[in-house]
């Protein structure tokens, strides 16, 4: 890979020498916790007992044994949105999956997860923000049962997925996997939902029809298409190490999507087997930096200004707006979804998705390709996309052009030199803008 870029070496740089102290402290904390390998031992016959009271009478036999690994679930489930509404049939995709390989699921516990589109313009959203913290405090105390040898965290949306992390990384002993749901299919398209939003506004057209048209585009299970929060948090997760490669804009309720779920669940397994890709290690400076260069590439969302400070010092990191500033200035802007263009996400997944993101800002030097994540070291495994074939699980290099420049382009042709957010300073104070 070619050498990385200095700016962004600089920033990294700056990150390690701001955070020593703090991300010395957290790793202490962290080998304290836990030592590499199953840790069923650790449990005293009435902890283990309550533990497995009332699981199947196969996976407590199992358990007994001490020397097989118990993964721990957390999940944002409720029906009421429909990013979460598939993670319904996932805690027993995970049991299946992981009795193959001779291994335990156990739900830990569920977290609260809101969603902005409900509550804008209602009290609830004065909840909306505050509810991160709340869902990471949940995350410690499913986990806090000390039962698991690795974690599998079901979340998507907005507040979620930063709290899931942060919360996640109080056990960053253990190697964490986040498996997310996918996006719905495309409905009408955006500039026709403006369109409508438009004409009702000005009194051309009745709330029966404005209804129609918001029907129209959030209209089934999975992650609403647009490029905002939510799906800004599947990119960071998957240039984070965290999610299986290219697994974020997969629909669900499909084979694929559940051949990944099950996928994700026996990773865990073997990562707690053998002591590697623990949270702690996946993520470090330099991953908190390519997550931030992600945002920046494809034009993400600017409430990651607020979410990744917190996600970052969950892990002893300490980044602040100027190190988000800096990289942007260098950062090709390589992709335009909606609301930075006219395309979904589904449409951005056709063009080359993730793997081609990754591949191009590797080759460009803008991220770091020396990091760990969940599939081992380097940041190469995620230059591969997921297809089935004859009812079998398989990985295939990423398509090396876009295949529609009109949303994704190559680093050496970018939309913009400058990625999608920038720091505004000036005598009213400071602003991320995108």
Not at 29 to 54: E, I, P, Q, Y
Not at 280 to 286: L, S
Request: contains cysteine; charged residues 20%.
């Amino acid at each position: 890979m070619p050498k990385l870029h200095p700016v962004v070496a600089e920033v990294t740089a700056r990150i390690v020498e701001r955070s020593r102290a703090t991300r010395a402290d957290y790793l202490r904390r962290m080998d304290a916790a836990g030592t590499s390998g199953v840790g069923r031992a650790k449990l005293s016959c009435a902890n283990w007992a309550h533990a497995f009271a009332g699981a199947p009478v196969k996976d407590k036999l199992n358990a007994m044994s001490g020397t097989q690994p118990n993964v721990g679930v957390v999940t944002a489930y409720n029906d009421m949105l429909s990013a979460h509404q598939p993670f319904e049939r996932f805690p027993q995709i995970i049991r299946d999956a992981v009795r193959e390989v001779n291994a335990t699921a156990q739900v830990a516990g569920g977290v609260p997860a809101m969603c902005d589109g409900v509550t804008q313009g209602r009290p609830g959203m004065d909840l909306s923000l505050f509810s991160r913290d709340v869902i990471a405090m949940s995350t410690a105390v499913a986990l806090t049962h000390d039962a698991f040898d690795a974690a599998v965290c079901l979340g998507v949306c907005d507040k979620i997925v930063p709290g899931l992390f942060m919360g996640s990384l109080a056990f960053g002993h253990l190697p964490v996997v986040f498996a997310p749901a996918g996006p719905m299919p495309s409905g009408i398209p955006n500039f026709e939902k403006a369109r409508v939003r438009a004409e009702y506004a000005q009194g051309k057209v009745d709330r029966a029809t404005l209804l129609e048209s918001e029907i129209g585009s959030y209209h089934s299970p999975g992650t609403c298409t647009f490029y905002g929060t939510a799906n800004s948090n599947q990119m960071m997760m998957e240039l984070g190490g965290l999610h299986l490669p290219s697994t974020a804009f997969v629909h669900p309720e499909t084979g694929l999507r559940d051949a990944l779920t099950a996928a994700a669940a026996k990773r865990a397994v073997e990562l707690a087997r053998t002591g590697q890709g623990r949270m702690a290690d996946v993520i470090t400076e330099k991953s908190i930096v390519n997550m931030i260069v992600a945002l920046l590439a494809t034009g993400g969302s600017t409430n990651h200004a607020i979410h990744l400070v917190a996600m970052a010092r969950a892990a002893g990191v300490l980044i602040d707006w100027t190190d988000m500033d800096q990289p942007s200035s260098v950062t090709p802007l390589l992709a335009r979804v909606y609301p930075n263009g006219s395309a979904d996400v589904n449409a951005f997944q056709a063009a080359g998705g993730v793997a081609f993101v990754a591949r191009e800002l590797a080759r460009a030097g803008n991220i770091h390709s020396d990091v760990v994540t969940i599939m081992g070291e380097g940041i190469h495994h995620y230059f591969q996309e997921p297809m089935l074939i004859d009812g079998a699980l398989v990985w295939k290099d990423g398509v090396a052009e876009s295949l529609d420049t009109d949303i994704l382009r190559p680093a050496s042709d970018p939309f913009d030199r400058e990625g999608g957010l920038r720091l505004l300073q000036g005598d009213l104070g400071r602003a991320v803008i995108k």
